[in-house]
């Protein structure tokens, strides 16, 4: 019997897209889920920099803020850069504060921001995997740096970890499937890996590796997933990191998290800042930049 990597994919990926179809008949007499969501909370956030030169050539910094959607929405914007240049760029899903100059020596900047931010409280529908997808949603599938949905470690991993879990019987959700097998098999680890091959070799972690390996499974089976990093505006941390991943159904991105173990209701206080793969601080020039998150509640937005 021919148990290739390529055909064991396939096999996965044919069974996957078969149980999505019944799922998807057993479940359409069933009503939608209604929108639901807690009332928004105000919090004012800054962002302390810290730039060293490393000569004195030109510096240009770009550092990511909340995109305003159906969840968050950014408010005022204030700079306080010394010597620099500061534009704060609003339009489009990507706003930024962009920082240039030249630095004869360290300088300290503070970008400081409302968000006013709520949390949904829907239930997940089923996703179903995609067989023809319409050219917007190619990008979330297609293979990248990153998220290496072709290669065979991820087809491997699928097919070894998750396949035996639908074959069991009843009833079975392919996502939340891969979220469990995930979350199983991948350990997270202070000292862990962070790039996606690299986690599935050795077993073991770091949330944000975790969650690159997820985006990528799902890409693999079918499931238009993209990558998500933002701050939890609660955590006691200094850059306050946060990691998850959204998935594509009825016609919006559900939040899901295989590092952390929710789905569809991220924890209260997370706030999306950049998707697939951007970086929320980015450098060009010699300099080193370090920098700090502090968030303030504010109450109830108004």
């Known amino acids: 019997m021919d148990r290739s990597p390529r055909r064991g994919a396939r096999a996965l990926l044919s069974a ?55 969840t968050q929405q950014l408010g005022e914007v204030t700079v306080t850069a010394r010597g620099l240049k500061a534009e704060v760029v609003r339009d489009g899903d990507e706003p930024h504060v ?45 293979p990248s740096p990153l998220f290496q949905s072709r290669s065979i470690l991820v087809r491997e991993f699928l097919e070894t970890q998750v396949s035996p879990l639908l074959d069991a019987p009843g009833p079975h959700d392919l996502l939340r499937s891969i979220q469990q097998v995930t979350r199983d098999r991948l350990v997270w680890a202070k000292d862990g890996k962070s790039l996606t091959l690299d986690v599935i070799r050795s077993g073991r972690g770091k949330r944000i590796g975790i ?21 939890d505006l609660e955590s006691k941390t200094r850059r ?41 601080l980015r450098t060009d020039g010699s300099a080193t930049v370090t920098y700090s998150v502090e968030a303030v509640p504010r109450g109830d937005a108004a």
């Open 240 to 280: 306050k990191r946060a990691f998850w991943s959204e998935v594509w159904a009825q016609n919006r991105w559900w939040p899901i998290s295989a590092s952390s173990g929710w789905v569809g209701r991220p924890p209260r206080g997370w706030v999306a800042l950049t998707r697939d793969g951007q970086r929320v």
């Open 16 to 70: 996957a897209l078969l149980f999505a179809a019944l799922a998807t008949v057993a479940r359409a007499a069933g009503a939608a889920p209604r929108p639901r969501a807690t009332a928004p909370t105000s919090w004012e956030v800054t962002i302390a920099l810290r730039l060293t030169p490393t000569n004195g050539e030109p510096v240009s910094v770009r550092l990511a803020l909340p995109p305003s959607d159906a």
């Open 211 to 231: 969650e690159r390996a997820f985006t990528t499974f799902l890409r693999c089976a079918r499931i238009p997933a993209r990558f998500v990093e933002g701050i």
């Open 98 to 142: 962009l920082l240039r100059g030249t630095l004869k020596g360290p300088r300290r900047v503070a970008v400081t921001y409302g968000i006013a931010h709520r949390r949904t409280l829907e239930a997940m529908p089923v996703v179903d995997p995609i067989e023809a997808p319409p050219p917007p949603l190619l990008p979330f599938l297609t």
